[in-house]
């Protein structure tokens, strides 16, 4: 089987970074978005990143940063063999894993 | 224990409950309170819609609301519930042109008239649209921007609602997860709208967004509402199955067969269903249901394509046309290595909508006071097959109403915290984490195969009792999923909520679809492969005492 790597950054803003490997399978045409998907369901549900359409990219909720670069998760190609670093969208407050605080300030609760 | 209180609470911030709190307020509601489990007006389906959205405007023909009605009642195979669908027909072109004032950007010909297109099904050029691909992104910033104007409206991203709390047998406001912070928030409200959508995620292929797990009919059966039609499952005939492609929703090729026509060809390249009775010689006219019927039995029958779908080729378009009409849509498909000039795609019947729902009646109103429905979470007005385009003004029409009747209805009686501890205790327990052998979206994974496998477009009895049985399997196994510990924003919580609804709503669909032995629209059985007089009304769907999900309806 085909395999893909991903360094994925974990915790909370407040912790210390931290990365935890991955290793996923790998389809031709897949997406980061669908290994995530893929390690929420068998490897940690608790993997906390933001998506809603799956592929339409039009909810624009699944914006990362792969490699160093701002991306949709769900636009970019998984790359076989090769570690994919994946971090929180940079200049947002850093809420879990990959889940920065992107929300309006008056759709928040608290 | 953070405690909101409001006098319209709306589940759902899709179109329907954008357009419930717009109107809302404009009935005179003072707080609104719009919640949505993802980021509100990004997440559901309206975002999602491709292109056609239906009202007789008769911009472009001698149109009439009564003749999209004569349409719409058509297409549902004789189950439509007919004052709603014409709630939904004769509503529709208000609804639309108020869109157009508020600057949607519906597009327009030269002569300045809003442009309509005949969609199949449809007796004229009824269909507007905003751009190709872009009608469901455009209507959905329109509303964003239109409750943003609002102060009565309060918007709330990221929680899910887990209960309805009801009183006396009225729903006086609701339990839900606060994703951020892991805890639970309890919420007081005179009037509560569901507005969820529907649940088209439990199917293996869906077009659906994250969140169309059928919450809401979950939470309307446990308040004690009665549910509608829920077997009949609009499979959308030509999601798209390979190459695969990013960024652009399965669904994608309707507009490229309005506007081109395209030929459906089985694995050898054989056109097929003019042999389920359908003509396409001369345009792109071939009925959903139909259209997901005959490709299935085509692929079932070991004529598909490679990746088990049928060739979908615009290969005898000339390539100038193909340009002509959709430009950099062109570009993105090539950087997918599709070049629809030289070889077909290969494309498949996927989940898209649902055309049962919650049982409302004219004023968007169930049976439980307090408790109103809108958009495709409501059932009924659309029968046993959705009409191309209803979708949008459902989500419009029926959003204006439920917010409008909500507002001005009677308050449900106040809020009463006892009925909501069980919930509170519930979200509280699970945000501790547990270990278990098994993960939610795992176990949603199972449900989505099963449902597929087993309740899809093609059915039979000893499958939908195999579907049962699984179910149960399945939801026996919730009460061993893990969660992981850690409360701020710990997706594994709000799955295990996801999952139990889900259930509900898989459940309702398997027992609905056993119970009618016949073949009608979107509910094709195998076993029983005709239409049948004794099954031209509709079913419904209920809890029963022990808390049973139970069909009514039928035949005796």
Redesign the interface.
């Known amino acids: 089987m085909k395999l893909a790597r991903l360094n994925v950054r974990r915790g909370t803003g407040d912790e210390p970074p931290r990365y935890e490997e991955f290793t996923v399978p790998f389809e031709d045409g897949a997406t980061v978005l669908d290994a995530l998907m893929w390690i929420r369901a068998h490897r940690d549900p608790s993997l906390a990143v933001r998506y809603s359409c799956i592929n339409a990219n039009v909810c624009k909720e699944c914006t990362i940063s792969i490699d160093g670069k701002v991306v949709y998760a769900c636009m970019t190609r998984l790359l076989e063999g090769a570690a994919m670093m994946l971090d929180p969208l940079p200049g947002k407050q850093h809420l879990r894993d990959l889940v920065t605080e992107t929300r309006p300030p008056r759709e928040r609760l608290s | 224990m953070?405690h909101l209180d409001t006098h319209v609470l709306i589940v759902g911030a899709g179109g329907a409950g954008m357009y419930a709190a717009i109107s809302a307020v404009r009935a005179g509601a003072d707080k609104v309170l719009l919640l949505d489990k993802?980021?509100?007006g990004?997440?559901g389906a309206t975002?999602?819609a491709q292109m056609t959205v239906a009202a007789a405007l008769a911009e472009e023909s001698d149109d009439d609301w009564r003749l999209h009605l004569d349409d719409t009642l058509a297409a549902g195979r004789g189950l439509c519930d007919e004052k709603l669908a014409a709630v939904l027909c004769e509503e529709a072109p208000i609804r639309i042109r108020e869109m157009g004032e508020w600057q949607v950007g519906w597009a327009q010909r030269d002569n300045g008239r809003i442009a309509q297109v005949t969609a199949p099904g449809h007796s004229r050029p009824r269909c507007c649209y905003v751009d190709f691909l872009n009608t469901?992104?455009a209507v959905a910033a329109t509303l964003r921007r239109q409750i943003?104007r609002i102060d009565a409206i309060?918007?709330?991203?990221?929680?899910t609602v887990t209960d309805l709390v009801t009183s006396d047998g009225a729903v006086v406001g609701a339990v839900a997860l606060?994703a951020?912070?892991g805890e639970p928030?309890t919420i007081a409200a005179d009037a509560t709208i569901i507005a969820t959508g529907g649940l088209t995620g439990i199917y293996r292929r869906n077009s659906?967004?994250?969140?169309m797990g059928g919450d809401g009919y979950a939470l309307a059966l446990k308040a004690g509402a009665e549910l509608v039609d829920m077997e009949f499952v609009q499979f959308f005939p030509i999601g798209h199955l390979a190459?695969?492609?990013?960024?652009?929703?399965?669904i994608m090729w309707d507009p490229f067969r309005y506007k081109l026509g395209g030929r459906l060809l089985d694995g050898a390249g054989r056109e097929f269903l003019a042999r389920y009775g359908s003509d396409e010689t001369d345009a792109y006219t071939t009925p959903r249901d139909i259209a997901s019927y005959a490709i299935t039995k085509e692929v079932a029958a070991g004529r598909g394509s490679p990746h088990g779908g049928v060739y979908l080729s615009f290969e005898h378009v000339p390539e100038l046309a193909l340009r002509a009409a959709f430009g950099p849509v062109i570009e993105r498909l090539a950087k997918?290595g599709i070049d629809l000039a030289r070889a077909p795609v290969e494309v498949v019947p996927i989940a898209h909508y649902h055309m049962g729902g919650i049982v409302v009646d004219g004023r968007m109103a169930t049976r439980v006071p307090g408790l109103f429905a809108a958009g495709e979470a409501v059932g009924g007005a659309n029968g046993a097959n959705r009409l191309s385009g209803n979708a949008i003004p459902e989500a419009l029409v029926f959003g204006e109403r439920a917010g409008r009747f909500a507002a001005t209805a009677k308050a449900a009686g106040g809020w009463n915290g006892a009925a909501a501890a069980e919930a509170v205790e519930r979200i509280r327990q699970l945000s501790d984490g547990r270990s278990g052998d098994v993960?939610?979206?795992?176990l949603?994974?199972q449900l989505r195969a099963l449902m597929w496998d087993e309740v899809g477009p093609l059915r039979d009895a000893a499958g939908l009792e195999r579907a049962l049985d699984r179910i149960g399997a399945v939801r026996a196994a919730l009460a061993n999923v893990?969660?992981?510990p850690?409360r701020?924003?710990?997706?594994?919580l709000a799955?295990w909520f996801e999952l139990r609804a889900s259930l509900a709503a898989a459940e309702a669909v398997t027992r609905a679809a056993l119970a009618r032995r016949e073949s009608r629209g979107a509910h094709q059985r195998e076993d029983f492969p005709d239409s049948a007089l004794v099954f031209s009304g509709s079913q419904r769907v209920a809890l029963g005492a022990a808390d049973d999900i139970f069909v009514s309806g039928g035949p005796p």
């Open positions: 953070m993802s980021l509100v990004r997440g975002i999602m469901g992104p943003s309060r918007r709330l991203s990221n929680l606060d951020a912070s928030v659906a967004s994250a969140n190459p695969r492609l990013v960024g652009m929703d399965p997918n993960t939610a979206p795992a949603l994974d893990m969660i992981a850690g701020e924003c710990n997706a594994s799955d």
